[in-house]
């Protein structure tokens, strides 16, 4: 999963200083110099961002409920081997009882 997100752009230079002021003759002196001309605006920044965050939990979720339900079937199957060999274990000792008091 990927987002997009675009940054907004830097903020623009400061202005120039201003022009020097015109020399005058009597009363009326001259006009003052224009001021300088503003910065140029910033550029935009494309950030990446990848959300792995959730994909990571989903998949260790997953491989959490796999070895469990593995090792539930594997408890399972030897408790059924276990009990076969018990059975037959049993059932020999009691054919080999009722042999020997045949016997007897």
Partial sequence: MLWF???GGGGGGGGGGGGGGGGGEGELGGGGGGGGG???GGGGVLVVVLV????VVVVV???VVVV???A????AVAAVAVAEAV???LQYQYLRMIKWE???
Avoid: F
């Avoid at 792995?52 to 994909?55: E, G």
């Fill in 68 to 70: 469990v339900v593995a």
């Fill in 87 to 89: 059975a037959a274990a």
């Fill in 38 to 40: 503003g910065g140029g």
């Fill in 52 to 55: 792995v965050v959730v994909v």
């Fill in 5 to 7: 997100a675009r940054g």
């Fill in 61 to 63: 979720v997953v491989v």
């Fill in 102 to 104: 045949k016997v007897t």
């Fill in 72 to 75: 539930a079937a594997a408890a």
